[in-house]
């Protein structure tokens, strides 16, 4: 399955000018350049020169974006036994959902629902995986919409959602919390900023490890920080970044990653 990067050039910007509350005329000013330019920039039109200019004043790799606007990247493809990922539409867009499973016990358990579950609960079913878990990494709708056939399905799972967001049926997780999962170890670490609670989900006991990160980081960008933009960006710095560089990135939204290839070419970082 090859998906479209979730974020062009324009929207990164965008982002970055809601994150530090800056008009057009503000960016403009600290750019060097006219009105018109950042606002053709903003329609996803432009050159690679204001392109340059905007992303000092923005906090962003000028480099990073300049690759970003000419669609110059895109991470590698993955393929890892005791992962699986499903992409589903919700209204205008797309959003992942993963399985993720011991591939010895064949205990596993999702992360997500996405907007429907039915390609994860036959994936399920197909590979003979008991899911004891549903992990969610926040309560954005797109990513719970199906969690209630989920449960009716599964009426003995626990549902773990963080603390700061509470949903009704769902425990409690607090960074730092680890769960077993199998012989997998999924440890939680708060990843807030794009949403209130979001949290992000480390992995270990696969051949590599894997973090599902929700929407606080996709494939050359991150979840717009709506809570908190200095958050989400320190966060992400702190929690995800922090991974060794082969750690598996399972976003909320476009294709799969790793940390070395988001601090290669994500220029937010
Ligand atoms: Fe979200």
């Keep these: 399955m ?4 979730e974020d062009f050039c324009e929207d990164i910007v965008g982002k970055a000018m809601r994150g530090t509350n800056m008009s057009d005329t503000d960016l403009a000013a600290m750019a060097a350049v ?14 690679a020169d204001t392109v340059r200019a905007v992303a000092k004043p923005l906090g962003l ?17 993955r393929d890892v036994d005791g992962l699986f990922m499903v992409n589903t539409a919700f209204s205008e867009m797309f959003v992942n ?8 016990s064949r205990e596993g358990a999702f992360f997500d629902t996405g907007a429907d579950a039915s390609e994860l609960l036959s994936k399920a079913e197909e590979e003979k995986i008991t899911v004891s878990k549903v992990f969610l990494t926040h309560t954005h709708r797109d990513h719970v919409a199906d969690l209630d056939r989920v449960k009716a399905i599964y009426p003995e799972v626990a549902v773990h959602v963080g603390s700061r967001e509470l949903l009704q049926g769902a425990g409690s997780v607090e960074h730092g919390d680890v769960f077993d999962v199998g012989a997998l170890k999924v440890s939680a670490r708060l990843t807030w900023g794009h949403a209130k609670g979001g949290m992000t989900y480390v992995i270990d006991g696969l051949v590599t490890p894997i973090a599902v990160v929700g929407d606080a980081m996709f494939a050359g960008s991150m979840g717009g920080g709506m809570v908190s933009y200095q958050d989400a960006l320190r966060t992400n710095r702190e929690e995800i970044l922090a991974l060794p560089d082969h750690t598996i990135l399972c976003p909320g939204h476009g294709p799969l990653t790793t940390v070395g290839e988001e601090k290669d070419h994500n220029p937010f970082f």
Excluded: M
Excluded at 34 to 47: A, F, M, W
Excluded at 61 to 77: C, I, M, S
Excluded at 97 to 104: C, E, G, K, M, R
């Design 2 to 5: 090859t998906i479209g990067i």
């Design 34 to 47: 006219d009105v018109e330019s950042i606002q053709r920039l903003r329609r996803g039109e432009g050159d």
């Design 61 to 77: 790799h000028p480099e990073k974006l300049v690759d970003t606007f000419n669609g110059a990247w895109y991470p590698q493809d």
């Design 97 to 104: 959902a993963y399985l993720i499973w011991d591939t010895v």
